[in-house]
T-cell receptor, first 112, second 114 residues
Framework: DTAVSQTPKYLVTQMGNDKSIKCEQN?????MYWYKQDSKKFLKIMFS???????INETVPNRFSPKSPDKAHLNLHINSLELGDSAVYFC???????????FGPGTRLTVT | AQSVTQLGSHVSVSEGALVLLRCNYS??????LFWYVQYPNQGLQLLLK??????LVKGINGFEAEFKKSETSFHLTKPSAHMSDAAEYFCAVSDRGSQGNLIFGKGTKLSVKP
């Protein structure tokens, strides 16, 4: 069973479109995250979320918004896509107090 | 603010040679420390972590790392490199507050020559 899964694996879209990336974890964790990995492989936290608190990295544009329908899911919505949004997006999860994060396989977003 | 520095964006070793990947962190409080590995076109896999206790930690695939508070370092080593170790390696620290967000170094690409 896949612990943290993401769909789609690849996403190609045009500038200005709105898209979503889904993330699901079956580990029973209570905290989920989104990271962005740029073309130079640099990883940066975008959001962390549990049922009590959403923490947003201040550098993330407000075109990006996380949505959590339930504890096992944290989807990423992106409005008005820009060329600079092209990257690999990773979802991760952890149990409170553990700080050990489990990562999904990533979604490669290409904006043309 | 915490930061992580990985010395060397690319390290090349021969098969069977020692692997040493360097990581230094800056933090006013000893953080939790992690090494992750990323194989091509895959997600990140946890190699090992330091939280408390023994400063020499052993991970998967024969890797280990030692937390040295005086040097603010957490270098990753493996006595004998294998071809399958070729990958990108990331050192990370956890912000103990803020739900434990990971702050990553810029990564070190390890190449293993036959």
């Amino acid at each position: 069973d896949t612990a943290v899964s993401q769909t789609p694996k690849y996403l190609v879209t045009q500038m200005g479109n709105d898209k979503s990336i889904k993330c699901e974890q079956n580990l029973g964790h209570d905290t989920m995250y989104w990271y962005k990995q740029d073309s130079k492989k640099f990883l940066k936290i975008m959001f962390s979320y549990n049922n009590k608190e959403l923490i947003i990295n201040e550098t993330v544009p407000n075109r990006f918004s996380p949505k959590s329908p339930d504890k096992a899911h944290l989807n990423l919505h992106i409005n008005s896509l820009e060329l600079g949004d092209s990257a690999v997006y990773f979802c991760a999860s952890s149990q409170a107090g553990s700080y050990e994060q489990y990562f999904g396989p990533g979604t490669r977003l290409t904006v043309t | 603010a915490q930061s992580v520095t990985q010395l060397g964006s690319h390290v090349s070793v021969s098969e069977g040679a020692l692997v040493l990947l360097r990581c230094n962190y800056s933090s006013s409080v000893p953080p939790y420390l992690f090494w992750y590995v990323q194989y091509p076109n895959q997600g990140l896999q946890l190699l090992l972590k330091y939280t408390t206790g023994a400063t020499l930690v052993k991970g998967i695939n024969g890797f280990e790392a030692e937390f040295k508070k005086s040097e603010t370092s957490f270098h990753l080593t493996k006595p004998s490199a294998h071809m399958s170790d070729a990958a990108e390696y990331f050192c990370a620290v956890s912000d103990r507050g803020s739900q434990g967000n990971l702050i990553f170094g810029k990564g070190t690409k390890l190449s293993v020559k036959p």
